[in-house]
């Protein structure tokens, strides 16, 4: 029987590679994926990840340890995911109003938001380790939601490397492997979690920060920058429902 931390790791970096590689696939094969239907599906990823933050993690995460340490991890978790992001920013790109551009300028823009995804995919995969050793269903939840957080990334890489004149191969070569760091730190995730209560709290605190980082400060931004009419509150709060609905079954 496989060892949980292989499994762990190997979900983790399948989660992270299939992320942002079907972003590079859809850049490629498709060129645009509808506005509307990205903003539901990002909606509903923040809907479930805030669901899953505040029922389960933050709870568990005061019950294995204190509201301390739950606490600690929490601002933990905010503060590497938010240094990463001032330090490393990892996406939001666009064309010029003309669709032209530069091959230099946007080859080294593909290439920096590369890294910088890569950069954030480690304590994602924490996270999603973390979410393990709460149950194999919120570790898999968490697992397919940041999946689904990683693909437009995977699309802004791609589109700036298909501007920047990078052969298709090397651009689905380069967007999978930015999601490889997600398997070690998935890793990370479960091994800390297992040494101790307090270093599970601190790991589950600090996976329901990162988790909250992303959804205020990525995902519901995103959902509505590409909304259409409704589109983004419809996908946000049917998310929450599908949270609460699927942490309850899980009780």
Request: proline share 3%; with cysteine.
């Amino acid at each position: 029987m496989i060892p949980y931390w292989l499994l762990v790791t190997l979900i983790g970096l399948t989660a992270g590679v299939l992320g942002t590689l079907s972003g590079g696939l859809a850049v490629v094969a498709v060129k645009k994926v509808q506005d509307r239907l990205l903003s539901v599906l990002l909606g509903a990823s923040a809907g479930i990840m805030a669901s899953i933050s505040f029922l389960d993690l933050i709870p568990e995460a005061i019950d294995e340890g204190t509201i301390y340490t739950a606490m600690f991890g929490i601002l933990l978790g905010i503060g590497v995911i938010g240094i990463l992001d001032i330090k490393f920013p990892h996406h939001h790109f666009t064309l010029s109003k003309d669709g032209t551009s530069k091959n230099g300028r946007y080859l080294k823009t593909g290439i920096l938001l590369s890294i910088g995804i890569a950069l954030h995919n480690l304590p994602e995969g924490v996270a999603i380790g973390a979410g393990f050793m709460v149950s194999f269903h919120v570790g898999l939840m968490l697992a397919i939601l940041i999946a689904l957080h990683n693909f437009p990334e995977g699309m802004a890489v791609a589109a700036a490397m298909c501007v920047g004149g990078v052969k298709t191969t090397k651009v689905l070569l380069i967007t999978a492997l930015a999601g490889v760091p997600m398997g070690i730190g998935a890793f990370i995730g479960v091994a800390l979690g297992g040494v101790s209560k307090w270093a599970l709290s601190v790991s589950l605190g600090f996976a329901a920060g990162a988790m909250l980082y992303i959804v205020f400060d990525e995902l519901i931004p995103d959902a509505h920058r590409k909304a259409e009419g409704h589109s983004a509150i419809i996908g946000i709060l049917a998310g929450i429902l599908i949270g609460i609905l699927f942490i309850g079954l899980l009780h």
